[in-house]
């Protein structure tokens, strides 16, 4: 989401991939869809597979350990023979899938169980020695040597046979984890509208899923705190399109459970797993990425007028797949399931609910489909960077405002959207600032716990009122709401620094980062608050931290060059403001950096352009300029110039390192009185 606590930096937000879909090889004749899978050699049936201490006898469908039988079922055996027949290389759920059962309609869930059962039977719980690996979201990977050999062992070694004409059923120990299976044939599904609040349905079960595991052997009360990463949902709609909606969704799952007891659970945030959209990455190695202890995979359909999703819960230390489940919902109900769900669930891991929580929950609620993708759509285009996405995300929130007048949501995006029209130049201040407060405080009329409603009013009070202390009180009752948010933490840590309360903005910033690793937006947030409390190496380090995980984060070289002006490196400045892609921060820069090299003459010119074109919307830069050359008259002029204008970028004031020699200047404490800043 887009962070407007210095507008002349811009909003950072998280980093986004592209939405372009990876197209399986497939093709649709009259409705069913036939999927293309690689041609794959089977070894002959007369080969053995040997493979670390076991056995694997295709023919007479034999596994065997060390001389000892091995059980395995039916299917869990041609699972396990397909793969280890393609060792070391990805083999997608789907090929799976097809390989084993054919055209017949198997849930995925289900495949997952099987793989369970294999590693149980296979022992394959170490984390450095694994067999079967899990490829996120794509499917597995045979990872052990395997050695093939013409003739079958000697009869000596004694081996279960599995029949090819056993019923299917499941294992034969009494702690099975595979399922009984409904086969029914194929047919062709068609896709409708997705609901982004149906994803707390999976979520909110597996974690009373795993407090029902717990329970049975550890006391019920939980120590420590389990991290968590949601998995970008996988769009299997068959529509590409519809990309912008499996986002959404992950971006909600993620905001969901982050809010349901963060002393209990912390969720990574959505810009730090998005990187994973496209990637066939090992879990174990996204464990380590993340510092997570597990994974949820998800994914959507539609059929009719339900939605579908499929969750898996994953531990990363042993791939263990702890708990898969199906949902199939009618779209009207699928909130009020969603309550009961998370009543049961506090129970199950003992949250205590708060009356008004317990409210909350009893609550009936109902979504407009056509209100909600609207709004999905409005939050696709805001995290884009142009002039005409901002303008084509207004639209859509206030289509979906339109179309449900009590969706609170709706109005916090429309709020943020008009803030940062403002912010960029679109509308004029007075008209944005009056419109953006509108929105926000109909969101709260709607729902006054709704925690990106007050951190909106606290953006609103601060750029637009410089009411810092009603500000503080709105970003706090925000944190209050939802201290798994790292957008919440990064506003918040924000406006502590911007009052010079530095040690609780690094503070905050440091939780952001923790909660969302590989965003850049995360670590340009820590760096910014470092800079501006004058810890100018570790400011640097974490800029370069954030452009080494993109080249395109942001403030990324603008920071990183105004930390070298501050740090006596004005030469290091230079190329750094070449890379910057917005005209007015190229063109406040230039007339510091040649000021610090000593070349008054280019520094004067690239001033007086300034002036020249952005005299009208950019004062608050001017005033920056003049008090870093000693120009203290001509800074106190464009600092009340700025002032008239409103300039959101007044909120620095009080910290701003471009204007720290005016401090001893009585004027700046006067300045300050008239910005209510208290003084040092």
Not at 24 to 31: M, V, W, Y
Not at 389 to 401: C, F, G, L, Q, V
Not at 437 to 451: F, M
Request: a negative charge; charged letters at 25%; glycine letters at 4%.
């Amino acid at each position: 989401m887009k962070n407007s606590e210095n507008p002349r930096k811009a909003e950072r937000k998280p980093w986004r991939e592209g939405v372009e879909s990876q197209v399986k090889s497939a093709e649709e004749n009259r409705g069913v869809i036939t999927l293309t899978w690689p041609v794959i050699k089977p070894h002959p049936m007369n080969h053995t597979h040997r493979f670390g201490e076991f056995l694997l006898d295709p023919r007479r469908r034999t596994l065997s350990q060390a001389d000892s039988p091995v059980s395995l079922t039916p299917k869990a055996f041609d699972v396990l023979v397909f793969l280890v027949q393609n060792p070391n290389r990805l083999v997608s759920k789907e090929e799976l899938l097809q390989a084993v059962w054919g055209n017949t309609f198997v849930e995925e869930g289900n495949l997952t169980q099987y793989i369970s059962h294999l590693r149980k039977a296979l022992g394959d719980n170490s984390e450095d020695a694994r067999l079967i690996v899990t490829i996120s979201r794509k499917g597995y990977q045979f990872a052990g040597d395997v050695f093939i050999s013409d003739e079958s062992e000697p009869a000596r070694l004694v081996a279960r046979q599995v029949p090819l004409t056993e019923r299917l059923r499941t294992d034969v120990s009494t702690d099975s984890d595979v399922p009984n299976i409904e086969v029914v044939a194929s047919k062709p599904r068609p896709w409708r509208h997705i609901f982004v609040f149906a994803s707390s349905i999976c979520i909110l079960v597996f974690l009373g899923y795993i407090s029902w595991r717990h329970s049975r052997s550890a006391p019920p009360a939980r120590t420590g705190r389990v991290m968590l990463a949601v998995l970008p949902f996988e769009n299997l709609t068959g529509d590409p399109n519809k990309e912008y909606l499996a986002d959404g969704l992950t971006e909600e799952t993620i905001s969901q459970l982050g809010r349901l007891n963060p002393e209990q659970l912390g969720v990574i945030a959505r810009t730090s797993v998005m990187g994973y959209k496209h990637k066939d990455e090992r879990l174990d190695q996204i464990g380590r990425d993340l510092s997570v202890q597990y994974v949820l995979e998800n994914s959507l359909r539609e059929t009719g007028n339900h939605l579908r999703l499929t969750a898996q819960l994953i531990q990363v230390k042993d791939q263990t797949h702890l708990w898969s489940q199906d949902y199939d919902y009618p779209a009207k109900d699928i909130l009020n399931v969603e309550d009961d769900v998370a009543k049961a669930v506090a129970r199950q891991i003992q949250i205590r609910l708060t009356s008004q929580q317990q409210a909350e929950l009893a609550r009936s609620h109902q979504v407009n489909p056509e209100a909600f993708d609207a709004y999905m759509q409005g939050y696709y285009f805001f995290q884009r960077n142009t002039n005409k996405d901002t303008d084509m995300a207004a639209k859509y929130y206030e289509r979906a405002t339109q179309l449900d007048p009590s969706f609170a949501l709706a109005w916090v995006g429309l709020s943020r959207v008009r803030n940062w029209q403002v912010n960029i130049g679109l509308i004029p201040a007075e008209e944005g600032h009056r419109r953006a407060r509108e929105a926000v405080e109909r969101a709260l009329e709607l729902n006054p716990n709704l925690a990106e409603a007050h951190a909106q009013m606290a953006r609103i009070k601060r750029q637009g009122d410089f009411d810092w202390a009603g500000a503080d009180n709105s970003i706090r009752r925000a944190i209050a709401l939802e201290p798994g948010d790292p957008a919440i933490l990064q506003s918040a840590a924000s406006s502590a620094a911007t009052l010079g309360r530095f040690d609780e903005a690094l503070r905050l910033a440091h939780r952001a980062v923790n909660l969302d690793p590989l965003s850049p937006g995360s670590w340009e947030c820590l760096s910014e608050n470092e800079f501006l409390a004058g810890q100018l190496d570790e400011a640097a380090a974490h800029s370069k931290k954030a452009l080494d995980l993109s080249p395109d984060a942001w403030p990324g070289p603008f920071l990183l060059s105004e930390i070298y002006v501050m740090q006596g490196r004005p030469q290091d400045a230079l190329p750094e403001i070449k890379l910057i892609r917005y005209d007015v921060q190229r063109a406040f820069l230039y007339p510091i950096a040649y000021y610090a090299l000593g070349q008054r003459k280019e520094s004067d010119a690239a001033l007086s352009k300034l002036i020249t074109k952005y005299h009208a919307s950019n004062a608050y830069e001017i005033a920056q300029i003049y008090a870093f050359r000693n120009q203290f008259d001509e800074a106190f002029e464009w600092l009340g110039r700025a002032y008239t204008q409103r300039e959101s970028s007044l909120i620095e004031t009080k910290v701003d390192l471009f204007l720290k020699r005016l401090h001893n200047d009585p004027r700046f404490a006067a300045f300050l009185k008239e910005l209510n800043l208290p003084p040092d």
